[in-house]
């Protein structure tokens, strides 16, 4: 999951080829070149004043089968799925009001076209009326992107190589700023949605693609009106494997744990935080309480949240520079450190639940060892402040040896595209620091070489720059002509997000083989490569 609720940024005012004008259509990587595959956008018209609030944060949802259907009520919150159709078209969202031909389409599901009536307005809220437009032949089945571009989120179809959205809901009284799906949920809500003003919405995905409207329908609704902290939402995430608990972080430097399960008015009350610079945890006086427990983690903003993907360590990062990261179940602060400089931004963890990435306003990605409690790399290459950093996934290493296969990591971060190769056994480490003098520095894993990891629950002061071993990125491409906000690895592809709410869709070398490939010219010969990064005594540019 990608999240950017920092910064201002400019109304859009250019189309979506216009945006392209200049830029590659590809980028090359020792593996082969990434291509542009197609791209998705909004309609500029229905973008609210207040755009300029936010940034676009982009999450990718993928629906299951639909269970086999009970009787439906009469209820919005309950809802019959079929095979056929999958979403409003892209041209409904710039309708106005009045009766309509809408034709359904999508990558996922066939067509067809019905008529109904829909009042397009913005409200702060959720729709209960038992009378709601639905699509009774939607299934729901298929992968879709949710971004938030200034007071409306926005569904995409990724199947589909429409640039439109085809879903829209808006809100009227403030902006949605972060989201998070969970692909897993047995039953019920799947994604949470917070908004600038502090509340925080649960819904059915599935359902909202059902609805014709452009209000949340059958929501659950937390911290309504601030009940609970009256501070903006800034990041939001799923427990995994928490049966339904989830966290949401705010910018008086809080976080909240609820429960989706239960009653999302519940009174609560939490005692007062006697220090607030240090780290506590209360929990609710009552058992229906909701939210359960609150943690207050800094005195300044929470700037992204994340669990590692067994769900046992929860990372924040914020205002003050700090990573930290607590054992969840414990609810204890494991280790952390500061930023070489300014606020850190966003944080990643690898899938093996061995590191962390952190960004920020330093221009460095700093790649921390859990295992050592340490930061064990930074990477210098980015010009500008980092938005996103996520690992890669489903990306494998060479073998290069022919004995095993090399351990190695790929991620990549953003502000501009930078990838980067990560091996720890080659990486070049201080062995000990003598006072007053310089590091002496050895290659292999820094596990056998530095000095013991810091003690349990330790906050450690910024590194110096001689201390800390450097890594040079593998690629580095402009994709868009907007500062980027995240970035996305998936299977067959890579996507990213500018500020702007623009979305691209590079497919891998293997992927865009297989697939009917864009043309491999550039739309700009005069665009010159921003850095070329020698691997192995090869030179890849882009």
Not at 120 to 133: C, D, P, V
Request: hydrophobic share 30%.
């Amino acid at each position: 999951m990608i999240n950017t609720a920092n910064g201002m940024i400019s109304t859009p005012s250019s189309s979506a080829s216009a945006q392209s004008s200049g830029l590659k259509t590809y980028f090359k990587t020792p593996e082969g070149r990434y291509k542009l595959h197609y791209e998705k956008t909004h309609p500029s018209s229905l973008l609210h004043y207040a755009h300029g609030k936010t940034v676009t944060q982009v999450t990718l949802a993928h629906l299951k089968e639909n269970p086999a259907p009970s009787t439906p009520t009469a209820s919005s919150s309950s809802f019959s799925a079929s095979a056929g159709v999958k979403s409003a078209a892209a041209r409904w969202l710039s309708s106005g009001n009045g009766s309509r031909a809408l034709s359904f389409v999508g990558g996922n599901g066939g067509s067809k076209n019905i008529s109904s009536t829909s009042k397009i307005g913005g409200s702060l809220g959720a729709s209960t009326s038992s009378n709601s437009l639905t699509n009774t032949n939607f299934d729901g089945k298929g992968t879709y992107l949710i971004s938030n571009v200034g007071d409306a989120i926005f569904i995409s179809d990724m199947n589909s190589q429409d640039k439109d959205p085809i879903k829209s809901i808006h809100f009227s009284n403030s902006n949605p700023v972060c989201h998070a799906f969970d692909q897993d949920a047995k039953e019920g809500h799947d994604l949470l949605i917070g908004l600038n003003s502090g509340d925080v919405y649960s819904v059915s995905l599935r359902q909202q693609l059902q609805d014709v409207g452009k209000k949340l329908v059958g929501a659950l609704h937390y911290n309504k009106d601030g009940s609970v902290n009256s501070s903006r939402c800034t990041s939001i995430t799923w427990v995994p494997g928490g049966d339904g608990a989830f966290v949401v972080a705010h910018a008086d430097g809080n976080m909240y744990v609820y429960e989706k399960n239960k009653d999302a008015a519940g009174d609560t009350t939490f005692s007062v935080i006697k220090d607030q610079t240090q780290f506590s945890v209360s929990h609710a006086r009552y058992s229906k309480s909701n939210p359960i427990a609150r943690w207050h983690v800094c005195q300044g903003t929470i700037n992204s949240i994340s669990f590692s993907f067994d769900g046992a360590y929860l990372a924040t990062v914020g205002r003050d520079g700090y990573l930290r990261v607590f054992d969840y179940s414990k609810e204890q602060l494991v280790c952390g450190g500061k930023s070489y400089y300014g606020a850190v931004l966003c944080c990643a963890w690898s899938t093996d639940g061995k590191y962390i990435l952190t960004g920020g306003e330093d221009d460095l990605v700093q790649v921390w060892s859990l295992d050592d409690r340490k930061i064990v790399a930074w990477g210098e290459g980015h010009n500008s402040w980092l938005s996103g950093v996520a690992f890669d996934s489903y990306w494998s290493a060479p073998n290069t040896d022919g004995t095993g296969e090399t351990v190695m990591y790929r991620f990549g971060s953003v502000g501009q595209l930078l990838l980067w190769d990560l091996e720890m056994d080659e990486i070049v480490v201080p062995l000990r620091r003598c006072a007053g003098g310089s590091p002496t520095y050895s290659a292999g894993s820094q596990s056998s070489h530095w000095d013991n990891a810091y003690p349990l629950g330790t906050l450690q002061p910024a590194s110096s720059i001689q201390d800390v071993p450097k890594i040079s990125p593998l690629v580095a491409h402009r994709v868009h002509n907007e500062p980027l906000s995240g970035l996305i690895f998936t299977q067959n592809s890579v996507l990213t997000v500018c500020q702007e709410g623009h979305i691209k869709i590079w497919m891998r070398p293997g992927a865009a083989e297989s697939q009917s490939s864009n043309t491999e010219t550039l739309l700009s010969t005069k665009d010159k490569p921003l850095l070329s990064s020698k691997i192995g005594g090869s030179s890849y540019k882009q």
